[in-house]
T-cell receptor, first 114, second 110 residues
Framework: EAGVVQSPRYKIIEKKQPVAFWCNPI?????LYWYLQNLGQGPELLIR????????DSQLPKDRFSAERLKGVDSTLKIQPAELGDSAVYLC????????????FGEGSRLTVL | GDSVTQMEGPVTLSEEAFLTINCTYT??????LFWYVQYPGEGLQLLLK?????DKGSNKGFEATYRKETTSFHLEKGSVQVSDSAVYFC?????????FGTGTRLQVFP
C-alpha cells in the first residue's frame, strides 16, 4: 500500500513568489493534515480536513496561505506571496479517522525562500 | 495551553548503551501520549503510544510508561543500535490533533 505522497520534495524560490505543495493521502483516509515544521522544532498544525471540509484552520495564516481539498482526496497548500520566514518543511499526514490518533506522514516538502 | 517538553539533544551514545529521552507534558485531563520517530530522509512514523495513565507502550525494544503523577512519558531502550539514530518526537493528542515537542536527536556510534 502506498504511503502519503508529497511533492515537490524540495523547492527554492525568491521572496514574493508563489509556491504550491501537493499531497496525496493513503487511500481511504478521510482525515488530512498539513503541518509546518521549522528547523529544530516539532510539527505544528496548519489545517485539518475531514473529507473536503476544513474543520480546523485556526493556525493557518490566511493572509498568504490557502489550502484546498476539493474532492476529499488529494490536497494543495499554497503560499502567495512567500516570505523569508516561510522557509521550513511542510508536512502532510493522513489518518483513517480522528479517533485512532495514528497519523501517517509523508516525507515533507522543504521550502527555501531567498 | 497544552504543551510537550522534551530534553534537548543531541543524545550521543555508543551501541548497546541504555537510552532515556525525557518527555513531560502540560494538559488538562489525561490525553493520549505518543512517540514518533523520524529517520534520516523519511517521514515521521508512530513508534508507540499510551492512551491512559499507567499504560506502557512498546515497540522495537522501545518502551514508555504514562505517568500521571509526574506528567511524564519518558522513552527508554535497553540497548540501542546504530540503526536507532533518528529524531524522536513526543506528542499528546488534544481533541483531534497532535501537539508535538521539539524533538530529540539521537546519534548512536558503533
Amino acid at each position: 500500500e502506498a504511503g502519503v505522497v508529497q511533492s515537490p520534495r524540495y523547492k527554492i524560490i525568491e521572496k514574493k513568489q508563489p509556491v504550491a505543495f501537493w499531497c496525496n493521502p493513503i487511500s481511504g483516509h478521510n482525515t488530512l493534515y498539513w503541518y509546518l515544521q521549522n528547523l529544530g522544532q516539532g510539527p505544528e498544525l496548519l489545517i485539518r480536513y475531514e473529507n473536503e471540509e476544513a474543520v480546523d484552520d485556526s493556525q493557518l495564516p490566511k493572509d498568504r496561505f490557502s489550502a484546498e481539498r476539493l474532492k476529499g482526496v488529494d490536497s494543495t497548500l499554497k503560499i502567495q506571496p512567500a516570505e523569508l520566514g516561510d522557509s521550513a518543511v511542510y508536512l502532510c499526514a493522513s489518518s483513517s479517522g480522528p479517533i485512532t490518533g495514528e497519523l501517517f506522514f509523508g516525507e515533507g516538502s522543504r521550502l527555501t525562500v531567498l | 495551553g497544552d504543551s510537550v517538553t522534551q530534553m534537548e539533544g543531541p543524545v550521543t551514545l555508543s551501541e548497546e548503551a541504555f537510552l532515556t529521552i525525557n518527555c513531560t507534558y502540560t494538559a488538562t485531563g489525561y490525553p493520549s501520549l505518543f512517540w514518533y520517530v523520524q529517520y534520516p530522509g523519511e517521514g515521521l512514523q508512530l513508534l508507540l503510544k499510551a492512551t491512559k495513565a499507567d499504560d506502557k507502550g512498546s515497540n522495537k525494544g522501545f518502551e514508555a510508561t504514562y505517568r500521571k503523577e509526574t506528567t511524564s512519558f519518558h522513552l527508554e531502550k535497553g540497548s540501542v543500535q546504530v540503526s536507532d539514530s533518528a529524531v524522536y518526537f513526543c506528542a499528546l493528542k488534544r481533541g483531534d490533533k497532535l501537539i508535538f515537542g521539539t524533538g530529540t536527536r539521537l546519534q548512536v556510534f558503533p
